[in-house]
């Protein structure tokens, strides 16, 4: 594990900007790619030079965007039968799609915007967005609107604590050691977000009576 977040690292720094907008937009479709392993290195090498705050934060939205947007018209494309029959090869089994759609449904707009922000949840929220046809002008820009925030998150992560380090590179035991660390941070801060979106939600809903 060690080793493979300082190849990672590595990575990321010869890719450069097009390599960033690849990697996030396989992390937001079915590729199991965590962004966290993606950002906060570019994120670094943007603090020692190599590339900017601002294109990291571009260049990782963007990504989403369009990994985001293939999914959702390869879900409306496809239908929901084909999905339910396929979906467990693309690590989207009949009961998690049923409980995303569920999810979309009820929470629409924000829904796919908190869902940015939540592990796994992300990679495939295009899915039951897509098999609802939710208008994708507005699937669009609540993807883009969390994406960026979740990006942004990620390379402030990235850049102000890791990069104050510019030596941790050349030591992938410490490297490694720090983002476990410090991870948190980011982890509690989605968990933070979600739980208050869910909560007024839950405050506000109509009862099921009402709203059949």
């Given at each position: 594990m060690?080793?493979g977040?300082s190849?990672?690292?590595?990575w990321?720094?010869?890719?450069?900007?097009p390599g960033?907008?690849?990697l996030m937009?396989?992390?937001?479709?079915v590729?199991?790619?965590?962004?966290?392993i993606?950002?906060?290195?570019?994120?670094?090498?943007?603090?020692?030079?190599?590339?900017?705050?601002?294109?990291?934060?571009?260049?990782g939205?963007?990504?989403?965007y369009?990994?985001?947007?293939?999914?959702?018209?390869?879900?409306?494309w496809?239908?929901?039968?084909?999905?339910l029959?396929?979906?467990?090869?693309?690590?989207?089994?009949?009961d998690k799609?049923?409980?995303?759609?569920?999810?979309v449904a009820r929470y629409?707009?924000?829904?796919?915007?908190f869902?940015r922000?939540?592990p796994v949840?992300?990679?495939?929220i295009?899915?039951?967005?897509?098999?609802i046809r939710?208008?994708?002008?507005l699937y669009?820009?609540m993807?883009?609107?969390?994406a960026?925030?979740?990006?942004?998150?990620l390379?402030?992560?990235?850049?102000?604590l890791l990069?104050d380090?510019?030596?941790?590179i050349k030591?992938p035991?410490?490297?490694?050691?720090?983002?476990?660390?410090?991870s948190y941070?980011?982890?509690?801060?989605?968990v933070?977000?979600?739980?208050?979106y869910?909560?007024?939600?839950?405050?506000?809903a109509k009862p099921?009576?009402?709203?059949?």
């Amino acid at each position: 594990m060690e080793q493979g977040v300082s190849i990672w690292f590595q990575w990321v720094h010869d890719w450069g900007y097009p390599g960033i907008v690849l990697l996030m937009a396989m992390e937001s479709s079915v590729f199991p790619i965590p962004s966290e392993i993606i950002i906060p290195p570019a994120a670094y090498w943007a603090a020692q030079g190599r590339y900017s705050f601002a294109g990291v934060v571009l260049a990782g939205t963007l990504g989403s965007y369009l990994g985001a947007a293939a999914t959702y018209w390869v879900a409306r494309w496809l239908g929901r039968p084909l999905l339910l029959l396929y979906g467990k090869y693309i690590f989207c089994p009949e009961d998690k799609l049923v409980r995303a759609e569920r999810w979309v449904a009820r929470y629409e707009a924000g829904g796919v915007f908190f869902a940015r922000l939540v592990p796994v949840v992300r990679h495939v929220i295009g899915i039951p967005a897509g098999l609802i046809r939710m208008p994708f002008g507005l699937y669009s820009l609540m993807t883009v609107i969390g994406a960026g925030l979740w990006c942004w998150v990620l390379a402030w992560f990235g850049g102000n604590l890791l990069g104050d380090q510019p030596d941790l590179i050349k030591n992938p035991t410490l490297l490694f050691q720090v983002m476990r660390d410090r991870s948190y941070l980011v982890g509690g801060f989605a968990v933070a977000l979600c739980a208050l979106y869910i909560l007024m939600m839950r405050l506000t809903a109509k009862p099921a009576s009402s709203a059949s």
